[in-house]
């Protein structure tokens, strides 16, 4: 019965939030976090805080690897293109110049590759991120539309093995929250 009434209870939270006023405050209450155990957390800021992502685990993402990639795949699809319309599919001799003149490829073959690459950067950062996200439960809070003015918060989710409700509000007091609530789910 009582592991009953500790499941429920992690489904309406979504996890203890204390907000910050400086961004050595959060910084230093992220570190500690982390060295206390707490893996799912998150930290809202105002303008970026150096060191504050290393801080609370966030790990390299693969946008540059897809970026590249593409990148790679508008060079070769532009070339190749460009290669079969000119002496396979429509051989044209203009000028005297041989059929594969690559000289003249270079500017579409470019362009391919800056066109596969920004779309290849817009699409693989939406969809590492999680984006569009036009709803999440720290938007239940009254006091998190200041996040984007001159407080700062961090959130440990509920999700985090390690969270029990009373031991993250009592956690995020010690590290020197200034006001800590709960955000429902």
Same mark, same amino acid.
């Given at each position: 019965m009582n592991h009953d009434v500790a499941l429920n209870e992690l %489904? #309406?939270?979504h996890g203890a939030m204390a907000e910050f006023n400086t $961004?050595?405050?959060i910084l230093a209450a992220a570190e500690r976090a982390y060295a %206390?155990?707490?893996r799912q957390?998150? #930290?809202y800021t105002p303008f970026a805080v150096e060191g504050l992502a290393e801080t609370i685990g966030f790990k390299k993402n693969y946008v540059a690897l897809a970026v590249l990639i593409g990148g790679i795949c508008g060079v070769t699809g532009g070339y190749s293109l460009l290669y079969w319309i000119t002496v396979i %599919?429509? $051989?044209h001799n203009v000028? #005297?110049?041989p059929l594969h003149s690559w000289p003249s490829y270079i500017p579409i073959t470019f362009e391919c590759m800056i066109l596969l690459s920004a779309l290849t950067a817009l699409v693989s950062m939406l969809a590492m991120n999680g984006l569009p996200k036009p709803y999440h439960p720290v938007f239940n809070v009254p006091e998190f539309d200041r996040a984007s003015k001159d407080k700062f918060f961090l959130c440990i989710e509920s999700s985090d093995?390690?969270?029990r409700t009373e031991e993250a509000l009592e956690f995020l007091r010690e590290v020197g929250g200034s006001e800590v609530m709960l955000v429902p789910a």
């Open positions: %489904a #309406a939270v $961004p050595e405050e %206390a155990g707490y957390m998150d #930290a %599919a429509y $051989p000028g #005297a110049r093995p390690k969270f």
